[in-house]
């Protein structure tokens, strides 16, 4: 089959691109860890406070060593705003939303979810140097979006 020169030179460079694209899905997933989330577990949005996985959201370190810690998001607030977890040790979030969609990204880490009304987010994050962290709604979730905010205080 005789293919024109400037044919095999576009379909190379288009070989090339799909190459390029699976190893950055490949490097990213296994050498950073970067992966869509796993954890899929629904919940009624309009039910939120009555549910017994949410009813006292705040921290709870369980007998077994294991920090975990529930936040209900609403407009525009955290609740808890503050949360206080020690240094070094695993800590388990479980975030969920009553109302609109939110955002959830602890500011200068790479924990982020979306929080989304009929879910459960779910990540583990360690830190690993004591302070202040700022929480941050990194959806925009209406008029008082920019002052959704709370704080993290690694002990
Ligand atoms: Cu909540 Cu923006």
Redesign the pocket.
């Known amino acids: 089959m005789n293919v024109d020169f400037y044919e095999r030179i576009w379909m190379w460079f288009a070989g090339a691109v799909i190459a390029v694209f699976i190893g950055t899905i490949a490097v990213t997933s296994f050498a950073f860890a970067i992966r869509p989330p796993s954890h899929a577990e629904t919940i009624d949005p309009t039910k939120v406070m009555q549910d017994p996985r949410f009813a006292t959201p705040g921290v709870e370190v369980r007998p077994d060593g294991t920090v975990h810690v529930t936040v209900t998001?609403m407009?525009?607030t955290f609740l808890p705003s503050e949360i206080h977890v020690p240094r070094g040790r695993p800590v388990t979030f479980r975030v969920t939303s009553m109302d609109?969609t939110?955002?959830f990204e602890i500011a200068g880490t790479n924990a982020n979810t979306m929080v989304i009304p009929g879910y459960v987010s779910q990540f583990t994050y360690t830190f690993d140097r004591p302070g202040e962290y700022l929480i941050v709604?990194n959806?925009?979730?209406g008029m008082g979006?920019h002052a959704?905010q709370g704080k993290v205080v690694v002990e």
């Open positions: 998001a407009m525009f609109a939110h955002g709604c959806e925009y979730c979006h959704m």
